[in-house]
């Protein structure tokens, strides 16, 4: 079996601050990969990053960056210098190997909403 | 260009009725995923296919049914004994290196009426 939690249900910060979302995983198997989306108000949902359980090295993409921790399963995204338009539900995701490889698991998100 | 296609966007129900969302991907992916996501809630997994003619229940099966005959489409068809309908329904399929891309749909908000 495999859970994600996200302990946060919402976030508000104001234009500029940083914002750290944080997401917990659980799984047995050795394999597995760990994701982040967005989801606007459209209700798409927009991938963001990828991670597998052989690299834990952190990843910084423009104001996004992430930090993977096997040793306390966990991977957290922070956006620095947030904007109004960060504002949306973000997902953290897990999917493992095995016979259940590609089943796709999400966390129950978090709303971050960014005042001007 | 490549993606998925869910249709319609938005679809109304009547009690009792059966409906059926549709989902199509150009991605040459072999897997295949609904989910439902309510308001406020994560996503939860429907029903899943890694292969043509085959597919597995997820989480919360019941009241829906699939099929898969082709690797492109992946049809929803939500029946009249699925008790509380209405939701988000969101399709993936998964691919890339080592299957673990997953595109997503832009979903299709299902009403009961």
């Known amino acids: 079996a495999q859970k994600v939690t996200q302990a946060q249900t919402e976030i508000s910060v104001v234009e500029k601050e940083d914002v750290t979302l944080d997401c917990v995983y659980e799984?047995?198997?050795?394999?597995?990969?760990l994701f982040w989306y967005k989801q606007p108000p459209s209700g798409e949902l927009v991938f963001l990053i990828r991670?597998?359980?052989?690299?834990?090295q952190n990843e910084i993409s423009g104001r996004y960056s992430w930090n993977f921790q096997k040793s306390t399963s966990s991977f957290n995204f922070t956006i620095t210098a947030s904007q109004v338009v960060d504002s949306a539900v973000y997902f953290c995701?897990?999917?493992?190997?095995?016979?259940?490889?590609?089943?796709?698991?999400f966390g129950q998100g978090t709303i971050l909403t960014v005042h001007p | 260009d490549g993606g998925i296609t869910q249709s319609p966007k938005y679809l109304f129900r009547k009690e009792g009725q059966n409906v059926t969302l549709s989902c199509e991907q150009n991605?040459?992916?072999?897997?295949m995923y609904w989910y439902r996501q309510d308001p406020g809630q994560g996503l939860r997994l429907i029903y899943y296919s890694q292969i043509v003619n085959d597919f597995q229940k997820g989480d919360i099966a019941e009241g829906y049914s699939v099929s898969r005959e082709k690797k492109e489409s992946f049809p929803l068809t939500v029946t009249s004994a699925q008790k509380n309908p209405t939701a988000f329904y969101l399709c993936a399929s998964i691919g890339g290196v080592l299957n673990t891309e997953a595109f997503f749909g832009q979903g299709t908000r299902l009403t009961v009426v």
């Open positions: 995701a897990l999917t493992a190997g095995g016979t259940s490889y590609g089943k796709l698991t």
């Open positions: 799984t047995r198997d050795t394999t597995y990969y």
């Open positions: 991670r597998n359980s052989f690299d834990e």
């Open positions: 991605l040459n992916h072999d897997a």
